[in-house]
Protein backbone atom coordinates (compact mmCIF):
# COMPACT_ATOMS: atom_id res chain seq x y z
CA UNK A 1 0.00 0.00 0.00
CA UNK A 2 1.44 2.99 -1.12
CA UNK A 3 0.33 5.89 1.31
CA UNK A 4 -1.04 8.99 -0.44
CA UNK A 5 -2.05 12.52 0.59
CA UNK A 6 -5.67 10.88 -0.92
CA UNK A 7 -5.49 8.05 0.90
CA UNK A 8 -7.72 6.31 3.47
CA UNK A 9 -4.67 6.37 5.53
CA UNK A 10 -3.65 9.45 5.87
CA UNK A 11 -4.97 13.21 5.88
CA UNK A 12 -5.93 14.35 2.42
CA UNK A 13 -4.04 17.61 2.72
CA UNK A 14 -0.77 18.86 3.66
CA UNK A 15 -0.52 22.03 5.53
CA UNK A 16 2.85 23.73 6.69
CA UNK A 17 3.37 24.19 10.71
CA UNK A 18 2.88 27.58 12.01
CA UNK A 19 5.14 27.74 15.45
CA UNK A 20 5.46 30.30 18.02
CA UNK A 21 7.43 29.73 20.99
CA UNK A 22 5.40 28.46 24.02
CA UNK A 23 6.32 29.17 27.73
CA UNK A 24 4.80 28.17 31.19
CA UNK A 25 5.14 29.54 34.89
CA UNK A 26 6.22 33.03 35.35
CA UNK A 27 9.86 32.25 35.72
CA UNK A 28 9.92 31.94 31.82
CA UNK A 29 7.64 34.55 31.27
CA UNK A 30 10.60 36.66 30.69
CA UNK A 31 12.66 34.02 28.89
CA UNK A 32 9.71 34.62 26.18
CA UNK A 33 10.76 38.43 25.93
CA UNK A 34 13.95 38.13 25.78
CA UNK A 35 14.83 34.77 23.93
CA UNK A 36 15.14 35.30 20.09
CA UNK A 37 13.52 32.57 18.19
CA UNK A 38 14.89 33.85 14.81
CA UNK A 39 18.02 31.29 14.82
CA UNK A 40 19.99 29.89 12.09
CA UNK A 41 19.69 26.15 12.74
CA UNK A 42 23.13 24.97 10.31
CA UNK A 43 25.39 28.30 12.18
CA UNK A 44 24.83 27.66 15.73
CA UNK A 45 27.37 30.81 16.68
CA UNK A 46 24.33 32.62 15.87
CA UNK A 47 22.25 31.53 18.85
CA UNK A 48 22.51 34.29 21.72
CA UNK A 49 22.43 32.56 25.23
CA UNK A 50 21.11 35.06 27.52
CA UNK A 51 21.02 34.74 31.34
CA UNK A 52 17.15 33.97 31.38
CA UNK A 53 18.12 31.14 29.28
CA UNK A 54 21.42 29.95 31.52
CA UNK A 55 19.36 29.89 35.02
CA UNK A 56 16.31 28.19 33.47
CA UNK A 57 15.74 25.45 35.36
CA UNK A 58 13.91 23.86 32.86
CA UNK A 59 15.63 21.60 29.93
CA UNK A 60 15.78 23.27 26.83
CA UNK A 61 15.86 22.49 23.24
CA UNK A 62 16.41 24.75 20.05
CA UNK A 63 13.45 22.95 17.71
CA UNK A 64 13.12 23.59 14.13
CA UNK A 65 10.06 21.96 12.26
CA UNK A 66 10.18 22.29 7.90
CA UNK A 67 12.86 24.38 8.07
CA UNK A 68 10.76 26.88 9.50
CA UNK A 69 11.84 29.82 12.39
CA UNK A 70 13.68 28.06 15.10
CA UNK A 71 11.67 27.82 18.09
CA UNK A 72 12.30 26.97 22.25
CA UNK A 73 11.07 23.24 23.66
CA UNK A 74 10.57 23.18 27.18
CA UNK A 75 10.81 20.07 28.76
CA UNK A 76 7.22 19.57 30.73
CA UNK A 77 8.02 16.35 32.25
CA UNK A 78 9.42 12.93 31.75
CA UNK A 79 9.41 9.46 33.08
CA UNK A 80 11.89 7.62 33.27
CA UNK A 81 14.03 7.63 29.84
CA UNK A 82 10.76 9.40 28.07
CA UNK A 83 11.39 13.09 27.73
CA UNK A 84 7.66 15.11 26.91
CA UNK A 85 8.45 18.67 25.33
CA UNK A 86 5.90 21.36 24.78
CA UNK A 87 5.80 23.86 21.82
CA UNK A 88 2.84 26.44 21.03
CA UNK A 89 -0.78 26.18 20.76
CA UNK A 90 -0.79 22.65 22.19
CA UNK A 91 1.95 21.03 20.34
CA UNK A 92 4.24 17.91 21.70
CA UNK A 93 5.97 15.32 21.36
CA UNK A 94 7.95 12.96 23.21
CA UNK A 95 11.25 11.12 22.78
CA UNK A 96 13.15 8.13 23.85
CA UNK A 97 17.38 8.49 23.53
CA UNK A 98 16.74 11.76 21.65
CA UNK A 99 14.56 9.78 19.00
CA UNK A 100 10.83 11.48 18.40
CA UNK A 101 8.67 8.72 19.53
CA UNK A 102 5.12 10.58 19.55
CA UNK A 103 3.55 13.82 18.33
CA UNK A 104 0.43 15.82 19.33
CA UNK A 105 -1.03 18.75 17.37
CA UNK A 106 0.87 18.21 14.00
CA UNK A 107 -0.97 17.70 10.44
CA UNK A 108 0.37 13.57 10.52
CA UNK A 109 0.79 12.95 14.05
CA UNK A 110 2.41 9.71 14.86
CA UNK A 111 3.55 7.28 17.24
CA UNK A 112 6.16 4.14 17.87
CA UNK A 113 5.66 1.45 20.31
CA UNK A 114 8.03 -0.99 21.09
CA UNK A 115 10.70 0.94 20.23
CA UNK A 116 14.12 -0.03 22.01
CA UNK A 117 16.02 2.48 21.93
CA UNK A 118 19.54 3.71 19.36
CA UNK A 119 21.96 1.96 18.92
CA UNK A 120 25.04 2.02 17.75
CA UNK A 121 25.30 -0.51 14.91
CA UNK A 122 23.25 -3.38 14.33
CA UNK A 123 19.11 -3.70 13.60
CA UNK A 124 15.90 -3.25 15.59
CA UNK A 125 12.57 -2.86 14.66
CA UNK A 126 9.40 -1.13 16.41
CA UNK A 127 5.46 -0.33 15.81
CA UNK A 128 3.94 3.19 14.05
CA UNK A 129 0.73 4.49 13.68
CA UNK A 130 -0.67 7.93 12.43
CA UNK A 131 -3.22 9.14 14.45
CA UNK A 132 -6.20 10.54 12.37
CA UNK A 133 -7.27 9.68 10.41
CA UNK A 134 -6.20 5.83 11.51
CA UNK A 135 -2.89 4.01 9.15
CA UNK A 136 -3.39 1.10 11.69
CA UNK A 137 -0.04 -0.16 13.18
CA UNK A 138 2.52 -0.46 10.51
CA UNK A 139 6.08 -2.35 11.46
CA UNK A 140 9.10 0.02 11.00
CA UNK A 141 12.39 -1.27 10.73
CA UNK A 142 15.80 0.23 11.39
CA UNK A 143 19.39 0.12 11.08
CA UNK A 144 22.40 1.76 12.56
CA UNK A 145 25.89 2.81 11.92
CA UNK A 146 28.43 5.44 13.14
CA UNK A 147 29.52 7.66 10.26
CA UNK A 148 31.40 10.30 12.16
CA UNK A 149 33.12 11.14 14.71
CA UNK A 150 34.52 14.48 16.00
CA UNK A 151 34.27 17.08 18.64
CA UNK A 152 31.81 19.62 19.45
CA UNK A 153 30.77 22.22 21.98
CA UNK A 154 28.12 22.96 24.76
CA UNK A 155 26.62 26.11 23.34
CA UNK A 156 25.06 26.92 27.20
CA UNK A 157 28.81 26.78 28.18
CA UNK A 158 31.01 26.22 25.78
CA UNK A 159 32.41 23.13 26.86
CA UNK A 160 34.34 20.76 24.21
CA UNK A 161 32.97 16.78 23.93
CA UNK A 162 33.53 14.11 21.76
CA UNK A 163 30.57 13.42 19.65
CA UNK A 164 30.06 10.51 17.09
CA UNK A 165 27.39 10.96 14.42
CA UNK A 166 25.14 8.13 14.24
CA UNK A 167 22.87 7.67 11.28
CA UNK A 168 19.12 5.98 11.95
CA UNK A 169 18.23 4.04 8.33
CA UNK A 170 14.37 3.84 8.38
CA UNK A 171 11.96 1.47 6.13
CA UNK A 172 8.31 1.34 6.48
CA UNK A 173 7.46 -1.15 4.32
CA UNK A 174 3.15 -0.95 3.59
CA UNK A 175 3.54 2.59 2.74
CA UNK A 176 6.82 3.06 0.97
CA UNK A 177 8.33 5.00 3.55
CA UNK A 178 12.20 5.26 4.28
CA UNK A 179 15.11 7.31 4.37
CA UNK A 180 17.74 8.41 6.99
CA UNK A 181 18.00 10.26 10.11
CA UNK A 182 20.89 11.66 12.21
CA UNK A 183 21.74 12.25 16.02
CA UNK A 184 25.14 13.75 16.87
CA UNK A 185 25.46 11.76 20.55
CA UNK A 186 28.20 11.75 23.10
CA UNK A 187 30.51 8.75 24.65
CA UNK A 188 26.83 8.31 26.93
CA UNK A 189 24.64 7.89 24.14
CA UNK A 190 22.50 11.31 25.06
CA UNK A 191 21.55 13.16 22.09
CA UNK A 192 22.53 16.81 21.84
CA UNK A 193 21.64 17.42 18.21
CA UNK A 194 19.43 15.68 15.53
CA UNK A 195 17.61 15.44 12.29
CA UNK A 196 14.61 13.03 11.80
CA UNK A 197 11.68 12.35 9.85
CA UNK A 198 8.30 13.25 10.82
CA UNK A 199 5.99 12.13 7.95
CA UNK A 200 6.35 10.55 4.48
CA UNK A 201 5.76 14.16 2.97
CA UNK A 202 9.19 15.64 3.57
CA UNK A 203 8.30 16.83 6.77
CA UNK A 204 11.42 16.84 9.05
CA UNK A 205 12.17 17.73 12.74
CA UNK A 206 15.65 19.12 13.73
CA UNK A 207 16.79 19.42 17.44
CA UNK A 208 19.59 21.03 19.32
CA UNK A 209 19.86 20.86 22.99
CA UNK A 210 21.11 23.85 25.09
CA UNK A 211 20.50 22.38 29.13
CA UNK A 212 20.36 18.51 29.85
Known amino acids: ????????????????????????????TDLKNSYNASIDYVNIDRIVITEDVTLSPYSLDIVQINNNDELLAI??????????????NNVKYSSLDGKIIETSGLDFDFKITNFSGLKTSGTSSAYLYFKKPSSGTLEIFFNYKIIKKGIMKKKINNEEFNFLLLEEKFNVPLIGWSGLNYYWIDEFGVTWKSNQHIDPFKGNLKTLSLKK
Open 75 to 88: LSSNYGDMNNWSLP
Open 1 to 28: MKLTRDGMAICNKFKPFILIIFVSGCSL
